[in-house]
């Protein structure tokens, strides 16, 4: 890949700032309770669990522009929400260079992972990403682990209210045998990873320590489909991530993510290692 087939942002270390989205949150609740609404009975009118809806209006969670959408239909908003929403900055605990994949995550139809260093912060506990932060070089305060950790947990809500998603991750056996934050840390994280992967659109694959060559050597891989069938690809490397959009390097990353798959253990066996691996801890 070369610099004209990729477009990178330049990377913040510090977390993105949230008051943008704390006055979205303000402006759709005052909407809301105008309209008459709880949480818990708006939700389903917009189609969100109430939790969600809570998120958002506390400032944490980035809409999607069809929760605005709808949002201004059901609450008569006069075009408010939609122009504070031009205003919306992602939330707080997610750094800046990630805000792109991050907004089309929550809308793409198949999202394939592959993990070589980490367990996907999709499927993280809350104890596994709390000791990632905690030691992260440089060190950072405990408001910005704590903001940090809310942020990733918040994303997790892609794997229970996208039933229709495909997701796919692939992850090498070393992560999971690394006992990152101990060995009843990483048990929980390992049954965690099993009850996540249950629905049916939800797929894990080992990369077994035994697969001594594989076609993921050059780094992680995440690819997404948009509902428009447009494909992206996210590289992630130390203190950046690459956004690609280039079709010739995203159908590369297409082949070495299709050999991956075919290089891992299947669903199956994956579960029954890991399963093992949870019981010897």
Request: charged share 30%.
């Amino acid at each position: 890949m070369t610099d004209s087939t990729i477009s990178t942002e330049t990377v913040s270390n510090e977390p993105e700032p949230s008051d943008s989205l704390k006055a979205f949150g303000e402006a759709h609740k005052a909407f809301r309770k105008r309209a008459g609404h709880t949480q818990e009975d708006y939700a389903p009118l917009i189609g969100y669990q109430p939790s969600t809806v809570a998120s958002i209006e506390q400032g944490r969670r980035f809409p999607q522009r069809r929760f605005v959408e709808r949002a201004e239909e059901i609450l008569d908003a006069f075009g408010v929400l939609k122009g504070v929403y031009k205003h919306a900055t992602r939330e707080k605990g997610l750094a800046s260079w990630f805000r792109q994949w991050a907004e089309l995550e929550e809308l793409a139809i198949s999202l394939y992972t592959f993990e070589n260093r980490l367990v996907p912060g999709l499927l993280q506990t809350e104890g596994y990403a709390r000791t990632l932060f905690r030691e992260r070089i440089p060190v950072i305060s405990d408001s910005e682990i704590e903001a940090r950790v809310v942020a990733r947990m918040e994303r997790q809500f892609l794997l229970t209210e996208r039933p229709n998603t495909i997701f796919s991750f692939i992850v090498e056996e070393h992560v999971l045998r690394r006992q990152t934050g101990g060995a009843e840390a990483m048990r929980e994280q390992i049954e965690h990873i099993l009850e996540a992967t249950e629905p049916r659109n939800v797929e894990i694959q080992v990369m077994p320590m035994s697969r001594g060559v594989h076609a993921g050597h050059a780094g992680p891989i995440q690819l997404l489909e948009t509902p428009e069938n447009e494909w992206f690809a996210y590289c992630e490397a130390q203190e950046s991530g690459r956004f690609v959009t280039d079709p010739k390097a995203i159908s590369l990353l297409h082949m070495r993510y299709a050999k991956l798959r075919s290089q891992a253990l299947n669903p199956e066996d994956s579960r029954s290692l890991l399963e093992r691996m949870r019981g010897a801890l």
